[in-house]
């Protein structure tokens, strides 16, 4: 940590910092500038937290050296983390797609798009049985029987089930029905939501905040991961900025920047950055490009009947031609898709 | 609702598009333009929802012409809405001060700062039981030992209580002891505890969310008040826009527009929006200015050791001068602090 | 500066660093901390440019201590700046109101607005000759014509002028007719243009670009300070944001913290922010409360029929009532207006 | 254009936008809605500007239909622009690199860049000789010198050159020594230079504004076009967004968008967006993957003396290693590089 003075701060406002540096268990360093002075600040805690150094008298600023989080950076655990669910491995060198509706509206419309997806390379389904929904007046999902839904579409295809929790109190239940918690991105700073999946054994996909940095997102990690979960997908799905004619900005630098700080892997929802299917396809190429280890993406037999995102829904036809156009990309990065090799898709 | 076709649609498809609006229980209306064809749709749908229509061949885009909230709507009730606490308005001609530190600390640090912020004109004691933290290293809170302390201070000084509820297992306990719960701007999408404070019985202080727009704010107070519970304060706090020298972007213009589309109290925190206590004051004045029906504010007995929040917080003497410098604009707006006239203020 | 090396910087990386700081004319002084180093670099140079040493090896970041400008901080002059067109000062105890329409469209209109805002409390007569416009199909402004209307307007009721230039070919023509040169938020980056007026020996109205951050801004007003020019008025209008409620969003946080850091006095424009009139009065008097030196203020005498902006314009008679409501606010911050006392508007 | 009414907006309202529509040139559709009623405008106009409709009592709010720009779009051109200069293709199947310094330092620097660049695959040589930098006492380039140096480099090499103009004064010597003249972020909304170089009959390289959004990005082309020069390429290079881990927000999603709504081509320039050298690669192929007809990147002899920018520069050994993990992207997306074909490269 490192305090600097104001240009004109007084000996006796540095000596009152030192002597606070030292209250707080730091060691203090004075180096004398030519306008200001500067007070570096060594010491074993963990974690810097605020201490109230900013309000002091002659104090300008200070800065924090240390990451904010500990146990998701790269420095904590330099391989990536790779996480496994029976075969299905997210963080490998195999790229891993999660497809599926944003609402479970029925079984024929899940089972529906289950088969095809799975057909045409998804190893994941996703679809959400308690729905996050900005009206009071929209569709809230189908709450638990639309976990029993999901899990029939797995009994039948064998596909992994991601749903989202949206509070503590479905956590229990979606945990025993999901393979993968998901936390939507207006639950990332839900802290004791954080904390209860943290405890819930169960791998968690951790999508980032229309307005979270970096920092805060990978804190959520951090949260999660301080409870001993340490199975945590991070999902990149749109920022929030002034361009309108997109849905969300998709924050495409963060996925190598986050790979660089962190060992956890890191998916695309193209769907959602967009908010308009047409497109999907450029940018779930885009994501693989950037080295995204997977994708997440909406996918339903009749988009314009969606009960919810269907402006952003593939049709199953536009799905299986997004993983046409998507392998070569796969394979232009030395990778290779979770469920079969580019040779075999070019043989079929 | 009007949906624009594209220049080179057919007429298949505008059909298309009449026939399943009168499906979904609209009348459509076609207007033949110069290059693009354009249907009004009219129909006795409370709310618009999100139906699948921009996916249709050949359109180009659905505008929505009414509010997507209703109960909170200004057109919904004419007359501002007044929150009565025993003798404390929120939403009248009266403005109201809400004001202590971050974090409850202690029972010393609570009474010290509610007896002098009452002596100096605050009704309402702030403080956080429940701390949401960017990090799980950071101080959490004292919980209902926070809570109780909060409920002595209320006993000794005559101050109504405010605090924060961050999860639905809180809502029970915050409110045996809150005289308002409040609702943190990263839970404003959190809306199984919107739905929860919304069946408490308890006024609710609502923070806009750093990204939310006036219309997801409004959208989310809808959700309180769709659970019948009609007494809502809005609370601008700041939103998160490029700039870093301020902590949060205090969007001013909020306030007015506010009060323009709904009948609710709007009040403003200066201390989140600022981050730094120096730019308090100034704030605080511009958002009375700018019709604001009150503020809270950050006041510490010690900001240098505070646990959280320490750089934004006012000493109590600080505070003491905001509310010498507010007086004056509080009477330039044609209204009155709620404990004492201006007159008796100068008299003292 | 600051050198913040990686935890895990070799110890030639170090000295490699500290090297390349002495051959900059830095004198290194390196702090050893418990995961990482940090190297302060004391040196001479009025301002510290980017050098590259970001992309050393085992440097993490470089944190840069001092201001990135010199002439406009408040370090360097600590009084205040007022700047003096005859009788008008823009920065001291006195508030100034500038008014009129987005362009100069006729003589009639000009002259019209000019009596009326003159008879109300403005001082300044602002109007644009030169326009610079989003489309290339909209109107674009009436040029030395223009100038000539306003000089016209100034002659009849004593105004002093205000009007853009947005192009270095414009300068000279509108240093002729014009009290100040306006550089629009567009062209607060335009540095020729900026150089330009820098040696116009006209003071130069500064209004912060849409995207631009306080310490951009302050080192444009640089660029202008850097040619001999210290007459610099900046202009708060309002920033680009997520929200789209407004046209742009009002930085009121931008007015205290600018006249904390730079000695240049600052006014607002709450017409462009808001982008709607009903919302200037509130904004107008938010900035005052928070310490503007000024306003300035699109009106019109037909706003329905403006060729730009009347969305944003004020009648008129709006205009007189915004007077109205201004001038308590005015007296509580302990200011008074350009041209009347409080005590003479009451008499009125 | 719509015109939407208040819901109690009275009978008299309502003629009065009728009437005001018709004299502007517009038929009225008047749609009865449930709550509100509203106005359809058909007419012949090119464009709609903005008319005042907004300030008419009772009138809510104006979509308009149309989009604002009218030669760039794709609805005016229906297939692909392709800029061709000499050899040099932009716009068509191949991907077409530029590279080289941020600025034009000395011709040493530039020749070796330049050698070598061109050895690996680019096929034109950027670098500034006019810089706008946000700092008065940054180097601000070498001016016509700086275009000579590229011009031999050009001649020893072959390669195209690209580079800046910041004022309507550099366009003639630009041109007289540039192959295609570049307009940056900061002066997309310089409307006089915009004119000028659409007079100039050069290709334009047309950087978008940092805080642009699409639609004003494509009206800056409009403003080049509208002049007779039909030969612009787009270049998305980052907007400015609340992270600031980058320098930039990337925004990937404008590429496949632009490339809907226009004909033009579009590039991307990474190396701007990221502000960090590590982040250059995994930016360059997902802008490839997203449909970008080119690159621009910049690539120093030894970024760490670079007079600018250099923590974002490529050293041109990593500029080889870019090109080599390109050119399977480029190849899986179905293009090829301008200089040789995959085949080619490996047979190096």
Redesign the interface.
């Known amino acids: 940590m ?1 305090v ?1 003075m104001k ?1 004109r701060a007084t000996e006796e406002e540095i000596r009152a910092v030192e002597e ?1 540096l030292q209250e707080l268990g730091f060691q203090p ?1 004075l ?6 002075n ?1 007070i ?1 600040a ?3 805690k ?2 810097e ?8 008298d002659g104090v300008d600023k200070v ?1 924090r ?2 990451a ?2 500990k146990l998701v950076s790269r ?1 904590a655990k330099e391989e990536d983390t790779v996480i496994k669910i029976g075969e299905v491995k997210i963080g490998g060198p195999q790229i891993c797609i999660a497809a599926g509706p944003c609402a479970v509206e029925s079984e024929k419309q899940v089972l529906e798009v289950a088969k095809k997806i799975k057909h045409m390379g998804a190893s994941i389904l996703r679809g959400g049985a308690f729905k ?7 569709f809230q999902g189908l709450e638990e029987r639309g976990l029993q839904i999901l899990a029939a579409a797995r009994e039948e295809t064998g596909l992994k089930i991601v749903t989202e929790a ?4 479905d956590v229990d239940v979606v945990s025993r029905y999901a393979d993968i918690i998901q936390i939507g991105a ?2 990332m ?5 954080l904390k209860e999946v943290g405890q819930s054994g169960k791998p968690v996909l951790l999508k980032r ?3 979270a ?4 997102w990978l ?1 959520a990690a ?2 999660v991961m ?1 409870e001993g979960n340490y199975e945590i997908i991070l999902c990149e799905r749109g ?8 849905r969300n ?9 986050v790979k ?1 700080l962190s060992h956890l892997p890191v998916i695309a929802d193209p769907s959602h ?2 908010g ?4 999907v396809t ?2 779930a ?7 995204a280890d997977g994708l997440i993406i909406e996918t339903h037999p009749d ?4 009960l ?4 952003q ?1 593939l049709t199953t036809e536009n799905f299986g031609r997004l993983i046409g156009e998507l392998i ?2 796969v ?3 030395g990778r290779k898709m979770q469920h079969y090799s580019v040779q075999e898709y070019y043989h079929n």
């Not at 900005?249 to 920047?257: K, R, W, Y």
């Not at 919810?308 to 402006?311: A, L, M, Q, S, T």
Request: net charge positive; glycine share 8%.
């Open positions: 490192i600097v240009p606070r360093h180096i004398r500038g030519v306008e200001r500067v570096g060594v010491g074993a963990l974690v937290l605020p201490i109230g150094l900013e309000t002091m800065v050296v240390r904010p989080y420095e996050p929904r900005t009206s009071p007046y929209s949206i509070s503590l109190l207006r639950n700073q839900n802290f004791p939501l905040g229309v307005a940095t970096i920092d805060e804190l951090e949260y301080a920022i929030r900025t002034f361009e309108t004619k997109t900005t998709l924050d495409i630098s963060s996925i190598p920047l660089k950055a967009a308009d299917w047409r497109l450029p940018l190429k885009a994501a693989i490009a950037a080295g988009p314009q009947r969606a919810c995102d269907g402006v829904s070569p990309i394979g232009a990065v």
